[in-house]
C-alpha cells in the first residue's frame, strides 16, 4: 500500500470511530504520523493526504552535462557502440549503467524486439453492468496463531470492481454454500460465476456413471446463474481477482493481526467497506467501486430450498484450447473431439441441463461439430 493510500485509511478509520492508537498500530505507524496527519486533514482536508515534494533542488551527484553531452555524441557519431563500448571509451566516465541511462532518456537506446507469440484469440466476456459476471476465488490457507487455519471466499464484480469477502476455516461444499446465500441476499445475483476448475472437481457423483457436477455448481444452476471455467492452468484469466488477492494481502493481511476467525471477519468487513466506498481504482479511471454499483439489483430473497440430488435446467460453461488431437476435456475428465484445424485455439464448450446437451463454439460464436469420446 502506498504512502497516499495508507494516509487516507487512516483518516478513514479514524473517521469510523477507530481508536487513534488502534490505528497506527495496525497500520504499522507511529503516534506523531498519525497526528501529523490529523492535523493536515483537519486543515486542508483530503487534498492533504498526497503529501509534499521532497525531491532536493539540485542534485550534486547528477553526471554533469559535458559528460552527458560526450555520451550523446559517441552514440551519434557509432550508432553501433553499446553503453560498455562507450564507457570504456571515455574512461573516465561513469559506469556502464549510468551511460545506458544517459542514453535511454535522451532516446538513443533501440527498442526490445517483439515476443514471437502467435496473437490467439480468447472469448473474454466483456460485462457492460454491474453483476453480469463476477470472478471468485480462494485466499490461502493461512493459519492464525491461536487459532488454527483459515480460508478467504473472495468475489469481484468485473464491471464495477467492487468485491464480497467472505471467510472460513475450509473450503468444502457446504461452507461455500453459505457463503453464497450470503453473497446473494447482500450482495445481488449474478448472471455468470467465473472460477478456475478447481470449483469442478466433485466430491459425490451420479448414478449410471453420467457426468457430475460439484454441489456449489448445482447450486449456482439451480438460482439460474451460469457457472464458467477458465481453461485449466490459466490462473490469469481470472485477473482480476488474481490481483485482487494480491492487494487484500498487502494491504490488510498482512497489516493485521487477528484472534480468531470471527474477528478476522469483522475486520475483513471494514476493509470491504473501504475498497468498495472510498478506494479509486485504476481499472475503472480511479472511480470508487460503488458508484459503479446500483443500489436497486435484483437480490435473493430469504433461504430458498434448493434440492441439491436434482440438477435443474440451466448451463455451464467451459473455456478451453484445443489440443494438437483435436480434442478438449470438459466435466469430470470427459473428452471432445472437434475440428483438429482448430489446434491451439480456444473454444466455449456450453453444457446445458438436465439432459447434458453439448455445443461448442468458437471465438466468434459459430456453432462447430462436436462429439463426445466417453469419459474416463
Not at 108 to 131: E, I, K
Not at 276 to 302: C, D, K, M, T, W
Request: aromatic share 10%; hydrophobic share 40%; proline share 6%.
Amino acid at each position: 500500500m502506498d504512502e497516499e493510500t495508507l494516509r487516507r485509511l487512516a483518516m478513514w478509520r479514524f473517521g469510523q470511530g477507530d481508536p487513534p492508537r488502534e490505528i497506527w498500530q495496525r497500520l504499522g505507524r507511529s503516534r506523531r504520523w498519525f497526528f501529523k496527519w490529523l492535523a493536515r486533514y483537519r486543515a486542508e482536508g483530503e487534498a492533504a493526504l498526497a503529501g509534499r515534494a521532497r525531491a532536493h533542488h539540485a542534485h550534486p551527484s547528477t553526471t554533469s552535462q559535458p559528460i552527458q553531452a560526450k555520451v550523446r555524441a559517441l552514440r551519434e557519431r557509432h550508432p553501433s557502440w553499446g553503453e560498455r563500448t562507450i564507457a570504456r571509451e571515455l574512461r573516465s566516465a561513469p559506469s556502464h549503467a549510468t551511460v545506458g541511462r544517459i542514453l535511454k532518456a535522451a532516446g538513443h537506446t533501440r527498442p526490445q524486439h517483439p515476443r514471437l507469440v502467435p496473437d490467439v484469440r480468447y472469448p473474454r466476456l466483456q460485462p457492460g453492468a454491474a453483476l453480469e459476471l463476477v470472478e471468485y476465488d480462494f485466499f490461502g490457507p493461512r493459519w492464525i496463531k491461536g487459532f488454527g487455519r483459515v480460508v478467504g471466499y473472495h468475489t469481484m464484480d468485473v464491471f464495477s470492481r467492487s468485491v464480497c469477502l467472505g471467510a472460513a476455516a475450509d473450503r468444502n461444499q457446504a461452507t461455500q454454500i453459505e457463503y453464497w446465500l450470503a453473497l446473494l441476499q447482500r450482495f445481488g445475483v449474478p448472471t455468470v460465476v467465473q472460477t478456475d476448475n478447481e470449483f469442478g472437481i466433485p466430491n459425490f457423483g451420479l448414478a449410471g456413471g453420467r457426468p457430475i457436477f460439484t454441489r456449489l455448481t448445482r447450486f449456482f444452476i439451480a438460482l439460474g446463474i451460469e457457472h464458467r471455467f477458465i481453461p485449466v492452468g490459466e490462473p490469469f484469466r481470472n485477473g482480476h481477482i488474481e490481483r485482487f488477492n494480491r492487494t487484500y494481502r498487502y494491504d490488510f493481511y498482512d497489516r493485521e493481526r487477528f484472534a480468531d476467525l470471527a474477528h478476522l471477519r469483522r475486520r475483513q468487513r471494514v476493509f470491504e467497506r473501504y475498497f468498495n466506498e472510498r478506494r479509486g481504482h485504476a481499472g475503472i479511471g480511479y472511480a470508487v467501486p460503488a458508484s459503479r454499483f446500483p443500489a436497486q439489483r435484483r437480490r435473493l430473497a430469504g433461504r430458498p430450498e434448493v434440492d441439491l440430488a436434482r440438477l435443474a435446467e440451466g448451463k455451464v460453461s467451459y473455456v478451453r484450447r484445443v489440443s494438437s488431437e483435436g480434442e478438449i476435456v470438459i466435466l469430470n475428465g470427459q473428452f471432445v473431439r472437434v475440428d483438429p484445424a482448430l489446434a491451439g485455439e480456444y473454444v466455449t464448450a456450453v453444457v446445458r441441463t438436465p439432459d447434458l446437451d453439448l455445443s461448442v463454439l468458437t471465438v466468434d460464436g459459430e456453432l462447430i461439430p462436436a462429439r463426445r469420446r466417453g469419459a474416463r
